[in-house]
């Protein structure tokens, strides 16, 4: 009995250099499946594995799909980190460009006079209330 081999190979590749891998297991009549991405060929190599019991995946595959993904993943990172750069620069052109700042009307503030501390009541003062007591007596 042979041992079952899941291999992931490039099939194609399109006009927009995206690469399609084909996922399949060596020695087998099955068609192998298409995948758009690396990160999808990854996934598929392990259902398959977990599907056929006994099959293993190529060890040359498994890195190949690893380093591509990464490469798809710093890809997609610089692309939206250099979206983000090109939309701050263009809000800044817009707000300091030159109509926009002839169009700003100056602020003026009205010369307001400083507030002046409220005052305080003074506190009451106490009654004596032992002579209220004796004035009540008498």
Not at 11 to 30: L, P, Y
Not at 49 to 58: L, N
């Amino acid at each position: 009995m042979e041992a079952k081999v899941i291999i992931a190979t490039v099939a194609k590749t399109t006009r927009e250099n995206k690469k399609i891998w084909s996922v399949g297991i060596e020695g087998e009549e099955q068609p192998a499946a298409f995948c758009k991405s690396a990160y999808k060929a990854m996934r598929f190599c392990f259902l398959l594995k977990k599907r056929t019991e006994g099959a293993r995946i190529s060890q040359d595959c498994l890195v190949v799909l690893s380093a591509e993904i990464k490469e798809e993943k710093a890809a997609l990172a610089n692309a939206e980190g250099q979206e983000k750069l090109d939309e701050v620069r263009q809000e800044f052109i817009e707000e300091h460009s030159v109509d926009a700042v002839l169009a700003q009307q100056p602020e003026q503030e009205p010369m307001a006079e400083p507030e002046k501390p409220k005052k305080q009541r003074k506190p009451r003062a106490k009654k004596n209330e032992q002579a209220a007591d004796v004035i009540a007596f008498q």
